[in-house]
């Protein structure tokens, strides 16, 4: 078996359909209750990366021709161009015969070749076969979420708050920020690097105006549809809260929580709440075919958490980040 490159844009029918395969049988097994993705699904995960995670490298694994494996990697920029953020699928038929190990260290030397000197997986679903691998190896756990999500048909709008507390108002966008609190705005989404983060070595961005413009570009230039209610303090015209939502165009029918971030001195008020409130009567106004929207959080994030039940999210799993040192990992696996 030997691991090699897959692009999705010039592989067969044959190959995306044996793609399609491995990532549907695995799911089944590791994310029970996960809607099956259809292949029309896949190709356009295959071809369409989520976005705001720098570029993807794929590689397949075969056993007689026929795909049994998939490697997937992400290599962010900027002040995390040092980690690869990848992982590798096996078809559950090929299991424990070695192929994920086989496949990992083949692609480990070209993960350094790019230049990165941590690789994190971010995520193996707890007490799955994947993360009991990925603890014998040496990787250790480095983060831990919760997976929430909530369908839009059963949930209860009554819980959704209409506004914000007194002192504030609502400023709302989609891709593109309104130049008179774009400023604020860059400045109250630092708010995040309060948030727990775990022992992860991946940092959320310093934003700032140009750095924001070129965020939203690259949602416009992908066809994401990018929304985001910000809470603007009536005393001083700043921004001093937000939520963030995107919409892929390869999913139209399910909402991707994005940060939510309140300025410190602006806390215990009720303004992630109002927030968020805001953004789902906001969504499903605009998107009556909505489905679902589908959220991440630390797990030691009780506030934020507690903030999402009450809206009506339910938590589906904990799901793990793990890391390890690339060279020492190739050191091991020999």
């Not at 590798?88 to 070695?98: A, D, I, M, N």
């Amino acid at each position: 078996m030997i691991l090699e490159p897959f692009d999705p844009w010039r592989a067969d029918e044959a190959d995306l359909a044996g793609y399609h395969r491995v990532m549907r049988d695995s799911l089944a097994v590791d994310e029970p209750g996960e809607p099956a993705p259809t292949f029309e699904d896949v190709v356009a995960r295959l071809r369409n990366p989520f976005p705001g995670v720098g570029p993807a490298g794929f590689w397949v694994v075969r056993d007689g021709g026929r795909i049994v494996a998939y490697a997937y990697a992400r290599f962010p920029e900027d002040e995390n161009s040092h980690i690869a953020v990848a992982t590798v699928v096996v078809h559950p038929e090929s299991r424990r015969r070695g192929v994920a190990t086989r496949a990992l260290r083949a692609l480990l030397p070209e993960l350094r070749r790019r230049g990165r000197t941590v690789i994190e997986d971010w995520r193996l679903v707890e007490g799955a076969v994947s993360a009991e691998w990925a603890r014998r190896l040496g990787f250790r756990t480095v983060r831990a979420v919760v997976s929430m999500s909530m369908e839009v048909a059963d949930a209860d709008r009554s819980r959704w708050p209409v506004g914000l507390p007194p002192g504030y108002r609502v400023v709302r966008w989609s891709n593109e920020t309104p130049e008179e609190v774009v400023a604020s705005y860059a400045a109250a989404r630092s708010a995040i690097h309060d948030a727990p983060m775990g022992t992860t070595e991946f940092v959320n961005p310093q934003w700032t105006v140009e750095r924001i413009r070129r965020s939203e570009a690259g949602f416009r230039d992908d066809g994401v549809e990018q929304r985001v209610v910000a809470a603007v303090h009536e005393a001083t015209g700043e921004v001093v809260g937000l939520t963030e939502v995107v919409v892929l165009p390869r999913d139209p029918g399910t909402a991707h929580q994005g940060d939510t971030a309140v300025l410190a001195a602006h806390r215990g008020r009720g303004l992630g709440l109002g927030l968020k409130g805001v953004m789902a009567h906001w969504l499903v106004e605009d998107h009556p075919a909505l489905e679902r929207t589908r959220s991440f959080t630390h797990v030691d994030n009780e506030h934020m958490i507690r903030v999402n039940h009450r809206l009506g999210m339910v938590t589906e799993r904990t799901e793990l980040v793990v890391a390890h040192d690339i060279d020492a990992l190739i050191a091991t696996m020999g």
